[in-house]
T-cell receptor
């Protein structure tokens, strides 16, 4: 299947700083990318949907000024957690699909720990 | 998006078929049934999807009832590596980059035992 890669796999940052997570589609052009967050022993929660060249659409309750999403090219989307706090510590997962694509492929996930 | 209902957990003996049920009684005509699984601390892995016909691939089979209100994912010969959380999701097909998002429920935790 198609490959979606995330970087970094894990990151530790200090409270109050910002951290960026990258999501790349390695062998296909991803017109749509999705960002999820998952807390331990819970299911994935959709945060936002981004289409290449457009502003991201955020799910209800997700702060767009805190979780900045950029989808500037057909192979790269970034999630920046601004002014991170310990409660932002979580497993962040991206996924990607092609235009009208029937299948959505997921990255390996990125562990964020805010200390 | 239609909601799905799955049992929270199931056990299966290694080498036997694992049959994972899913109810989606409010599914709409343009919604597909998707199955993903997630092994601990990894991103979800695509398994299979279908609209109304039964589907089979190298990983599994998907059986969708005629009224489309429920489906069953079948892993024909479960191995220990199939131990994971399995998610059944209904998804509207994307149109012109709109829609098509996957909303995850709680899934079924499948434990394959020796």
């Amino acid at each position: 299947g198609a490959v979606v890669s995330q970087h970094p796999s894990w990151v530790i940052c200090k409270s109050g700083t910002s951290v960026k997570i990258e999501c790349r589609s390695l062998d296909f052009q991803a017109t749509t990318m999705f960002w999820y967050r998952q807390f331990p022993k819970q299911s994935l929660m959709l945060m936002a949907t981004s289409n290449e060249g457009s502003k991201a659409t955020y799910e209800q309750g997700v702060e767009k000024d805190k979780f900045l999403i950029n989808h500037a090219s057909l192979t790269l989307s970034t999630l920046t957690v601004t002014s991170a706090h310990p409660e932002d510590s979580s497993f962040y997962i991206c996924s990607a699909s092609t235009t009208g694509g029937n299948t959505i492929y997921f990255g390996e996930g990125s562990w964020l720990t805010v200390v | 998006d239609a909601k799905t209902t799955q049992p929270p957990s199931m056990d299966c003996a290694e080498g036997r078929a694992a049959n994972l049920p899913c109810n989606h009684s409010t599914i709409s005509g343009n919604e597909y049934v998707y199955w993903y699984r997630q092994i601990h601390s990894q991103g979800p892995q695509y398994i299979i999807h279908g609209l109304k016909n039964n589907e089979t691939n190298e990983m599994a089979s998907l059986i969708i009832t005629e009224d489309r209100k429920s489906s069953t994912l079948i892993l024909p010969h479960a191995t220990l590596r199939d131990t994971a959380v399995y998610y059944c999701i209904v998804r509207v097909a994307p149109v012109r980059n709109q829609g098509g998002k996957l909303i995850f429920g709680q899934g079924t935790e499948l434990s394959v035992k020796p």
